[in-house]
């Protein structure tokens, strides 16, 4: 309700300027230092706002989010391994407006004009902008795995791809599940969000059936041949979880032809198998809103200048996060999170009409193993032709043979992690 | 040892001071190559839990443990492999924005 109130207040306080905005050819509002429209109130989202509020307080920043809190995709997986509570995991934006200043509105992003700049919203109303960050994160494809559905998703096949409900749906299977039972997770192929999360999801899994259902199995059957840290995920599931998880690579008939929900079975290239806890990550594209502005390539993503993220579709728009196409950047997190200070510092030059500082990006994605087992990837890039390009002889995966204290080390480093990026993005 | 003793002394100055008071980050390279740090160690306005707080430390000192982590002189878990990602130039403007911000 009081959501409601002061959404309503923050939508004629636009209204009374929209007028500003309507002709094309003025570059921003009278004595303004400009004003941004975000949409999405992701990692990306929320970090280019808190960060264009950072460099410059003046910038007038409205961020557009359909949900009232953020339910994290990293640490998701130990709520399946029941390791953490959804709670914890869930987090509000109240930071953003209270101590950065930021805009919240609650709503639907469902056209973007780029011509006249300005955002339209489900309940009508539209807000003008000098800048546009879309950052809408993944669309699922639910027709991509034949026999699933999104019906399918909400009963008895979870994605749990997008966290929140699923989450504690894909858990409650788990918990209801028998010893014995075998659990099948089916990854995509690339691209698409977080390319180590579903093996860390199998270790996870793994993890919570050794301490209470040791009789179980888990079983991959994946599109790909390859995935990320695998020889490192490899050599932990066999000291870790001896004989529970067999993954299958899409080249030995891994890749699911089809799905029945009615008789919790899986056919791919090798045969058709049963499952007690069925885990469908389906193929995925940029969220609808990129789609619908015309912001996506005809496979799905949106391509973007390297040097700052801004579209290769439309002026004064900017694409980041999973929704991108970023190079040799993975869809994840920091990944987002480090786009959005680029293009936070890029918006800011461009409404004073100064030259922007030059683009570096980072990544570290941590996964646990165990809980007492952390590995990671990490990685430097730097602006390329084919996108942002890794910096040679530097970054890459934990070292194959390590201590088990170090993998310890690397456990604590992820929580570390949480921590931080979860300070850094929402405030 | 040292980075112990810093990070205490930034914590005291950061609970000292007011949240809303933030500083505003400058448009160089510097400064917006420094912010990737914030994901792991945190910023001027919170401190990670396990990462070595690393703002407001001596530049002198911050300078020599990248340059030894990126030779590996020092051990690291994921900052030798970091640190790789920046000429040793580049690593001493990070000190020195990082000792000051």
């Known amino acids: 309700m009081t959501s409601n109130i002061s959404r309503r207040k923050i939508l004629a306080g636009l209204g009374a300027t929209a007028g500003l905005f309507a002709a094309p050819h003025i570059a921003r509002a009278q004595g303004s230092a400009g004003r941004v429209v975000v949409i999405g109130g992701g990692f990306g989202g929320a970090t280019a706002a808190r960060y264009i509020k950072l460099f410059s307080p003046d910038i007038d920043v409205v961020l557009v989010e359909r949900d009232a809190t953020y339910v994290t995709c990293p640490f998701s997986n130990y709520v399946l391994a029941g390791i953490r509570d959804i709670n914890s995991i869930t987090h509000g934006r109240d930071p953003l407006r209270q101590r950065y200043g930021v805009r919240l509105v609650r709503g639907e992003a469902t056209a973007v004009d780029t ?11 539209n807000l003008p902008y000098d800048r546009l960050v879309v950052a809408p994160g993944i669309e699922l494809n639910y027709a991509g795995v034949p026999g699933w559905s999104e019906r399918a998703a909400n009963t008895v096949m979870p994605h749990a791809w997008k966290a929140g409900p699923q989450t504690v749906l894909l858990r409650r299977q788990l918990e209801a599940m028998a010893d014995g039972g075998t659990v099948i997770i089916a990854p995509p192929a690339n691209p698409f969000r977080c390319p180590p ?15 209470r259902k040791p ?11 390859a995935f990320s ?8 599931w066999e000291s870790q979880y001896p004989g529970m998880i067999t993954w299958i690579a899409g080249k030995d008939g891994g890749k699911v032809e089809s799905v029945d929900p009615k008789g919790m079975t899986v056919t791919a290239g090798f045969g058709k198998e049963k499952g007690a806890v069925i885990n469908v990550i389906p193929p995925q594209t940029a969220g609808k809103i990129a789609l619908d502005a015309g912001l996506a390539e005809s496979n799905g993503w949106c391509a973007v200048d ?3 993220f801004a579209s290769r579709k439309a002026q004064n728009v900017y694409v980041l996060g999973d ?13 987002a999170n480090s786009q959005a200070k680029v293009v936070a510092a890029n918006i800011v030059a461009s409404l004073r009409g100064v030259q922007p500082p030059a683009a570096v990006y980072h990544n570290t994605c941590y996964s646990l193993v ?16 084919q996108g942002p390009t890794l910096v040679p002889n530097s970054g890459g995966v934990s070292p194959a043979r390590a201590t088990a204290a170090q993998r310890k080390a690397e456990a604590e480093y992820t929580m570390g992690w949480y921590a931080s990026i979860i300070a850094d993005t929402f405030g | 040892m040292s980075f112990r003793i810093h990070a205490l002394a930034v914590a005291l100055v950061l609970t000292a001071g007011s949240a809303v008071a933030q500083q505003r980050i400058p448009l160089n390279d510097t400064a917006l190559a420094a912010q990737g740090c914030n994901v792991c160690h945190g910023s001027q306005s919170y401190l990670s839990p396990t990462m070595p ?9 911050l300078y020599t443990a990248l340059i030894e982590l990126k030779t590996d002189k020092r051990p690291s878990t994921i900052m030798g492999r970091i640190s790789r990602g920046y000429s040793d130039e580049q690593l001493k403007a990070l000190a020195d924005y990082l000792s000051k911000n």
Not at chain 1, 115 to 125: H, I
Not at chain 1, 218 to 224: E, G, N, Q, T
Not at chain 1, 323 to 335: E, L
Not at chain 2, 53 to 61: H, K, M, P, S
């Open chain 1, 215 to 225: 009789k179980s199995k888990i079983l991959v059957l994946d599109a790909k041949d």
């Open chain 1, 197 to 211: 999360g579903p093996y860390e999801r199998v270790s996870m899994i793994a993890w919570y059936l050794k301490t």
């Open chain 1, 370 to 385: 165990t809980p007492d087992y952390g590995i990671s990837v990490s990685d430097t890039y730097r602006p390329g032709p």
């Open chain 1, 229 to 236: 840290k695998q020889g490192l995920f490899m050599a932990g």
């Open chain 1, 306 to 308: 390297p040097n700052n």
């Open chain 1, 115 to 125: 011509s006249a700049r300005s955002v339209k919203l489900k309940d009508g109303a």
């Open chain 1, 323 to 335: 929704a991108s196409i970023a190079g040799q950047m993975p869809k994840s997190g920091t990944s």
């Open chain 2, 53 to 61: 707080a690393i703002r407001g430390v001596d530049a002198a000192t």
